[in-house]
């Protein structure tokens, strides 16, 4: 499932990265295979939230699991309102795509060893003060004492 998330995850930056490049570079009459790609970045970044999130979560990374799993809530909402008619700007898709292509890079970076398979880096989370302590005594620290 992590080797999933991982996949998913270079996908969807993939897909932002041709999106933004497309709608920063042309006006509206763009290739016709733009929503294809719209869509199979929709895709990809529901599922690959929906990976990640939980992934995080329970190696104790909050706050980026949070919001991993918020994407699925943002995803649901833009639905519903593009479903009733609404239309975004091209400020507001610019400024989304933004913050998931910033999320996906820090969430792969800092995460990429955990997605593989491997320990946590354990220099970057937060533990009680106690686990520091035999995570050190066990050499696990990365050489960072607490």
């Not at 995570?135 to 990365?142: K, Q």
Request: aromatic share 8%.
């Amino acid at each position: 499932m992590r080797f999933a998330g991982l996949i998913l995850s270079l996908a969807t930056i993939s897909a932002l990265e041709l999106i933004q490049l497309i709608g920063a570079s042309s006006d509206p009459p763009r290739p016709p295979w733009f929503g294809t790609l719209t869509a199979a970045m929709d895709v990809c970044l529901v599922a690959s939230s929906a990976v990640l999130g939980p992934i995080f979560l329970r190696r104790g990374w909050r706050l980026l699991g949070s919001l991993f799993t918020a994407n699925l809530a943002l995803m649901l909402g833009a639905f519903v309102l593009r479903s009733s008619g609404v239309e975004f700007s091209r400020a507001v898709l610019f400024g989304v795509g933004l913050y998931w292509l910033t999320l996906y890079l820090v969430g792969l970076s800092l995460g990429w060893r955990t997605l593989l398979g491997g320990p946590p880096n354990l220099a970057l989370q937060r533990t009680h003060p106690a686990a520091a302590v035999s995570a050190t005594i066990e050499g696990r620290s990365g050489g960072v004492v607490r």
